[in-house]
């Protein structure tokens, strides 16, 4: 995750030759790698953060992944920009793997059911899930409960973990982990 981090803070990186890069926050992204994108064609950029209905214009034409998907309002508004700026992202379901209130996510028990609107009805490409699992809780049931529904749906991407638990993560299958922090320092 490159969020707060300016163009010197990323310029190392992309002289070494890194391609994936997460964003949070729409604006800031737009701001920040769209001349990027122009001179670095190979690179990704992954919508990491909570995404709103009325900021997935930008998004499509900007970005490579989207890693929140969270609603059926947000999954037909991807899919009518999609069709209009004729562009497929490549798109994670959020599940709300602990349950909690404060968090995005879809519940488990109604994951089926939106892949299945998702990729047969919409025609989105959905390559993986995400989540986030709660802080004060062991991450390894999580993790491992995401990895069986990720099986469970045929799925070969999985994102989760950051830089406190991003091993653990790997452990269970993780194809795409957060490391801003391990890679840039604290944020301030």
């Not at 070969?156 to 922090?181: C, F, H, P, Q, W």
């Amino acid at each position: 995750m490159s969020k707060t981090f300016s163009r010197p803070d990323i310029n190392p990186l992309l002289e070494y030759g890194h391609l994936h890069f997460g964003e949070n926050k729409v604006q800031e992204a737009i701001d920040k790698w769209t001349d990027i994108k122009k001179t670095h064609q190979n690179l990704k950029l992954h919508m990491i953060g909570k995404l709103q209905t009325n900021k997935v214009k930008f998004v499509i034409p900007l970005f490579d992944y989207i890693h929140s998907l969270d609603s059926v309002k947000l999954a037909e508004k991807i899919a009518i920009e999609q069709q209009k700026k004729s562009r497929k992202l490549k798109i994670f379901i959020q599940v709300n793997i602990g349950n909690e209130s404060q968090k995005n996510g879809l519940a488990v028990d109604e994951l089926q059911d939106f892949y299945k609107k998702c990729t047969e009805e919409l025609k989105l490409n959905i390559v993986g899930l995400m989540c986030i699992p709660p802080q004060d809780q062991q991450v390894s049931k999580h993790f491992k409960q995401m990895k069986q529904l990720n099986e469970i749906l045929n799925l070969k991407e999985l994102s989760m973990g950051m830089s406190e638990d991003y091993m653990e993560a790997i452990e269970y299958g993780a194809t795409y982990v957060r490391v801003g922090s391990k890679i840039f320092g604290a944020r301030i």
